[in-house]
Structure formats: C-alpha cells, structure tokens
C-alpha cells in the first residue's frame, strides 16, 4: 500500500522544473502517444466490427441463419419437418428451398448461376426485408409460369430486362449416374440486389416447383432454412435440431457455411490490433526513458529519502507513482476520445470527405458507402485493461533502479 510520503513525492516529481523540461517534454510526448494508441485501437476494432455485421447482414440476407436436410438430399414430404423446425422457441421464420447450378443465358451471353428455388409466401417472411427488390417482388414467382428473379449485377451483364426470356442450362442427373444438359425457357420478372457481389452476379429465384420439375424432384425440396431471433444463436439452434431430428437430418449455419469470410475478418482485427499497439509500446518505452532520466537527475534527492529512513520498496513505490499516472492518464484519455470517435464516425466520416473533396468509399467501386461503427464494452475492456499493464510494468525497471542507489556514494561527492 502506499503511504502519503510516497504518493506526495511521486506527484511532486511530475511538477517540471527548468532543468527538466525536456524530461517533461518526453513524458508529454509517451502521454500523448498512449492515448493516440488506444483511441486508434478503439476506433479501428469498432470499424471493422461494423464492417462485420454488415457483411453478415448481406451474407444472411440470402443464406438465412441455418438449414436442416434430409441425410438421403431431398425431403418429399417437407410440410411436417418446416413445421417442427418453425416450432423451435427461438426460430423466427423458416422456408423450404431447392437448388441447382448452372449457366443462364440471354442473347450471345452465357454466364455461370446459381438457382435458389423457393416459396414466395414462406421466402417473404424468411428474408425479412433484407433483400432490396429493385423490381417486382416475390409474388411474381408462379409455379408453372416459368418466373425468374435476377441479381442486379447478373441481370446487368445478360442485358436483361422485365419481359425478357433467358434460357437456363442445367445438368440433370440420369439413372446411369451421368449428366444430362436440360434447356429451359423463363421470363424476367423482377431484379434484387442483396448487397453483396458474390450474391448479386450469381444469384437467380425461381419458384421451388419449377425447380423440382426441371430436376424431377417431385414436390421434394433439398432443405428448409430458418432465420432464428438473435443472428448469434443460430449455431446453438442448429446443434437442438440435429439433436431433436436424429441421424436421419444434417443441420447447418451460417458459421460454417461462410466461415472463411469471419476468419478473414479476426485476422485481419488480430493483425490491426498488433500493429497498433506498437504505439502504446513506442509510447511506454518512452515513459521509460523519461524515468530513468528522472532517476537520474534525482539521485541526491532518493539519497536524502534513503538517509531519513524510507526503504527500496518505497522509493519503487514513487517512480511506480510517476510513471503509472502518466500511463494511466494516457489510458484514460485514449478511452474517452476513442469512445467518442467509434460513436461519431458515421457522423465524422462525411465532414472529412466534404472538407477533403473525395469519397472514401465511392458507391460505383464498393457496394457499401458508408464507415460503419460498432462499438464494443468488450474490446473497449480489452484495450485499456492491456494498455494500463503494459504501462505499469514500463514503470519497473527504473523504480527498480532508483531503489539500488547507494546514499553513501550519492551524497559523497554533493
């Protein structure tokens, strides 16, 4: 514990005097720098947790939270098993779905796409308004009247338009375990944007039945998805219905189906959160060097301590007061001005385009415009919990130091 002594002469030495300005100069400066790395961590975890969950919301605006499938690939009677799958507490919605790959054409172009055959009335509630229906909407897909919706960016490279027909080529399995190429006719009824590339250049909607004629699939459907209540519950809901179901069903979520983006994503936040916190160790080595001048100019004065009867551990305890303060000052700080930045930055980002002149995230190159922010009390903790310790232990050594001075040697030559 510290002692009024220790705690009065430790504040003391932070007071400049005029020959110590430059010491005060550098313990200025490793404030600074400490507060600049953590508000720069704050504000940069907050970002790419936004861009996270953007990028989820349009991942999931197509793929749903989760799906269960029959073990055998296709489920005939799917009514009862969409009901049982609707009656999990914490599922929202679910749909039946089917589908197919192939190619699409319309006049010369020929392009690789991926059919999701669904049900309008149960797609609808699914979806949840995610999808953005640029043109027609769900209604317009009708079993047997050929419908199709197109992405906005796959109906721009076919040229298609409302009205237009474009052929589908699709490989159809036969009895001997061979392809068979199969051609079929439908009529542009509506475009989508989902949001995101991967969905908008590749992605078409027929109705379900359509696609179960095509493939001879009867009225069977390939699985039913669900979209469950919290985004985050959708692994835990799965793992309850692949226990309910048995071995007879597969269940999956949006985890493992797109768990190379999320990766990518914590990668990329473990690299940005190493490389920033060089700043703080810049700046705490700073605090170092600024104390061991500090001991050093002190010498006499820890001597005279050392003769009126304060021990080593005491002497640590007031380099340990003076260089924590400047650390954990630095730390609070960066937290107020980094909580400040992550909340703003929608509101900031657009006063620094218009100041500057340019946009940082043009709409013709990326599909999101604006910085989004997602502050979390979680990383907030992390951050100034590891940049407070990484300040105490800076402060070690030199107090370490100060404590082995010898009094007699000091006060010899003074």
């Known amino acids: 514990m510290l002692n009024p002594v220790e705690l009065f002469v430790g504040l ?19 404030l600074l720098g400490i507060s ?11 970002v790419m947790n936004g861009f996270e969950g953007e990028l989820r919301s349009r991942l999931l605006s197509m793929s ?14 799917w009514r009862p098993l969409l009901d049982q799958v609707a009656a999990e507490p914490r599922v929202e919605a679910a749909a039946p779905f089917v589908q197919m790959e192939g190619m699409i054409q319309s006049g010369r172009d020929l392009v690789a796409v991926l059919v999701h055959g669904v049900v309008p009335e149960y797609e609808r509630e699914l979806s949840g308004g995610m999808i953005n229906m640029i043109e027609g909407n769900f209604d317009v897909l009708q079993p047997g009247e050929r419908g199709i919706i197109l992405g906005r960016v796959l109906a721009y490279n076919l040229g298609a338009r409302i009205g237009d027909s474009v052929v589908l080529l699709v490989p159809k399995p036969v009895g001997d375990g061979t392809l068979q190429p199969v051609l079929e006719r439908f009529v542009t009824r509506g475009i989508f944007e989902a949001g995101l590339q991967d969905h908008d250049a590749v992605l078409a909607l027929v109705h379900a039945d359509d696609v179960a004629s095509i493939l001879d699939l009867g009225g069977a459907v390939t699985s039913i998805r669900f979209r469950a209540t919290d985004v985050l519950e959708a692994p835990a809901i799965a793992r309850s219905l692949q226990a309910t179901l048995g071995s007879d069903y597969s269940s999956s ?68 007061v003076q260089g924590a303060i400047i650390g954990w000052a630095g730390v609070v700080l960066g937290v107020a001005l980094g909580v400040i930045l992550a909340i703003n930055v929608p509101t900031l980002v657009p006063i620094l385009e218009q100041f500057f002149g340019f946009q940082i995230m043009p709409g013709d190159v990326y599909y999101v415009t604006k910085i989004p922010s997602e502050l979390e009390s ?28 010898n009094p007699a040697a000091a006060l010899r030559y003074e």
């Not at 003391?12 to 490793?30: E, G, W």
């Not at 979680?378 to 030199?398: C, E, F, K, N, R």
Request: glycine fraction near 6%.
């Open 12 to 30: 003391r030495y932070l007071r400049a005097k005029r020959r110590t300005r430059f010491v005060s100069f550098i313990t200025l400066i490793s």
């Open 36 to 46: 600049l790395g953590v508000a720069a961590l704050i504000v940069i975890l907050s």
């Open 64 to 77: 749903a939270h989760g799906s269960v499938a029959a073990a055998d690939g296709t489920t005939e009677n």
């Open 253 to 320: 979520d949006w985890t493992i189906e797109n768990g190379s983006y999320f990766r990518a994503i914590r990668l990329e936040k473990m690299m940005m959160s190493l490389i920033l916190s060089l700043i703080i160790g810049v700046a705490a080595f700073n605090i170092v060097a600024s104390l061991v001048m500090v001991v050093t100019d002190k010498t006499t004065d820890i001597a005279v301590l050392r003769t009126l009867g304060m021990g080593p551990q005491g002497v640590v305890k007031i380099f340990f």
């Open 378 to 405: 979680q990383d907030v903790i992390v951050i100034s919990v590891s940049a407070l310790v990484l300040t105490s232990l800076a402060t070690l050594y030199p107090a370490r130091r100060a404590a082995l001075v």
